[in-house]
């Protein structure tokens, strides 16, 4: 008997995921100058589901990040001399909220995560310490407006330009009949970030080198690079070995994963002033040179990406952009101590590495893949003369995991907020606060380790220079989850 001839195998890479089937952020990140999030609400349910059917075709999966990843860099390859131009490009993905997914009737109880079917709003108090009146449920956090509001969904795209984005984002409209006369959703509000200019382009508002750092996943990243210990791709992919609830998924659940969004402004003027009036003195050092040793203390990696850990006095750029060194340390030579790098540093507080490791605790459930980019313009004159913002910016927070609750919302809660952590009864001095994303709710604000010779010394932090204004908890379903259940 004769067969059909059966369609080729979708590209499988060896950790057994179906890069057709999983959206690009996840795991390769949309390649991105400029990106746009809008936040909608679902009006018409029945012509969601038909409207979401068409609109699938444009969603960009690893598979096709990766492609565009390739074309860039031969773009830039088969450049003689200068910068080339960028190719146009636009990469589309899509989220939903637990609110999103009950509009349109789908029980997503084993989606499991408490902090995705509570939503951001209601976690926002009690568990991450944003301001805010009221407790309990009745809790309303200090956000602006629009995510006051319950979010349905979230479409990001991101691109070269904002033309290229804008055009997208135009037909994205179309599809779902925005602003004709049967729309099937309404958008709650749209935000734009971008990659900063020139050599800053890869530096957030602060100034320091971002995304340095991310889990490598085990038989995704070909040659991870010498670092923390690669993640099996449950760790942020659900469905997969690492995922602590893979047995209870569905099939449309499979391949998926958590997206958390943060709207967090950035009080730059009054950072650098914190930073340069509290700097470090020593022989020989100048002012300029103190400050940005506290600050590369407060964050854990100088601003050019290198860590104190392995260079805790001077930066070194070549080391801060060497991939096969900047994420080679441990905090092993320091087992107990912060010499070299604080325990409440940024960096020491969102991933302790052997802190946790030597003592036999396994970090990988708590890994977060990050996607952020930032918003808002440059600092202005006025705003440096004044020590004062009065421009809004700041980083559009954006991280993926198979569970927020030991992902994102464990890292905020049970690292960052605490002040004992890490364990400070093993360790000479009580750590403090993570200096950059802590809670303004908490009292006594401060951290220990500031100054290396005497890390005893505490620095109390005097305000809050990272504010959270909105947010959200997603889950980005993957192509057949679309498909199969949320458009069927
Ligand atoms: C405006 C807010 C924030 C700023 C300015 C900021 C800045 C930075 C910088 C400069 C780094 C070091 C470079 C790198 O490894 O990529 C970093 C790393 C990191 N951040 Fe943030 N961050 C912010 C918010 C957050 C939030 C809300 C979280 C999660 C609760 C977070 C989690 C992490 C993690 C996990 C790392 C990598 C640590 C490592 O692997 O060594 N960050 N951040």
Request: proline residues 8%; charged residues 25%.
């Amino acid at each position: 008997m004769s067969q059909a001839p059966s369609k080729p195998a979708p590209p499988q890479s060896p950790s057994n995921l179906d890069l057709n089937n999983i959206q690009g952020d996840i795991l390769s990140g949309l390649p991105k100058k400029t990106e746009t999030y809008l936040f909608f609400q679902i009006s018409d349910a029945k012509k969601f589901r038909t409207d979401l059917r068409n609109f699938i075709p444009l969603v960009k999966t690893v598979a096709g990040t990766l492609k565009d990843r390739d074309d860039i860099s031969k773009h830039k390859q088969g450049t003689v001399g200068g910068k080339p131009p960028l190719i146009p490009m636009a990469g589309v993905n899509i989220a939903f909220s637990h609110f999103g997914l009950k509009a349109l009737n789908i029980n997503d109880a084993n989606l499991v995560d408490t902090a995705f079917l509570g939503g951001q709003k209601l976690d926002a108090g009690a568990n991450l310490g944003d301001k805010g009146t009221g407790s309990g449920p009745s809790f309303v956090p200090d956000w602006e407006e629009p995510f006051k509001k319950d979010i349905h969904g979230v479409f990001l795209v991101a691109g070269d330009s904002h033309d290229t984005v804008n055009k997208k984002i135009g037909e994205i409209k179309q599809i779902f009949g925005v602003g004709g006369h049967t729309p099937s959703l309404t958008e709650v509000t749209t935000i734009v970030g971008d990659a900063r200019p020139g050599d800053q382009s890869a530096h957030e508002h602060f100034g320091y080198l971002d995304g340095v750092s991310n889990p490598q996943i085990i038989g995704f990243d070909k040659n991870p690079p010498p670092g923390p210990a690669p993640v099996r791709a449950g760790a942020i992919i659900l469905g997969k070995d690492g995922d602590a609830n893979k047995d209870k998924r569905e099939p449309w659940m499979v391949e998926g994963s958590f997206l958390v969004f943060r709207y967090l402004f950035q009080k730059v003027p009054e950072f650098d002033d914190f930073v340069f009036r509290n700097r470090l003195k020593g022989p020989g050092m100048t002012d300029q040179q103190g400050a940005d040793l506290l600050g590369a203390r407060l964050v854990g990696r100088w601003k050019s990406g290198a860590p104190i850990d392995l260079t805790p006095f001077k930066d070194d750029p070549e080391l801060g952009r060497d991939p096969q060194r900047n994420n080679n340390f441990h905090f092993t030579a320091e087992q107990n101590f912060q010499k070299l790098c604080p325990f409440a540093s940024h960096i020491r507080k969102t991933l302790p590495r052997a802190d946790l490791e030597s003592l036999g605790i396994s970090i990988e459930k708590n890994r977060i893949m990050r996607r952020g980019v930032q918003f808002g313009p440059e600092v202005t004159k006025a705003e440096r003369a004044a020590k004062k913002t009065s421009q809004g910016r700041g980083l559009l927070f954006a991280c993926y995991q198979s569970s927020i609750t030991d992902g994102f919302q464990f890292i905020q809660r049970s690292w960052v907020n605490n002040a004992t952590f890490p364990f400070a009864e093993t360790t000479p001095e009580v750590p403090g606060l993570d200096p950059l994303i802590s809670a303004s709710t908490l009292t006594d604000r401060k951290l220990s380790g500031i100054d290396p010779n005497n890390p005893s010394t505490e620095l109390k932090l005097e305000d809050q220079w990272v504010v959270p204004r909105g947010g959200e908890y997603f889950f980005t379903p993957s192509i057949k989850g679309l498909k199969e259940k949320i458009a069927a």
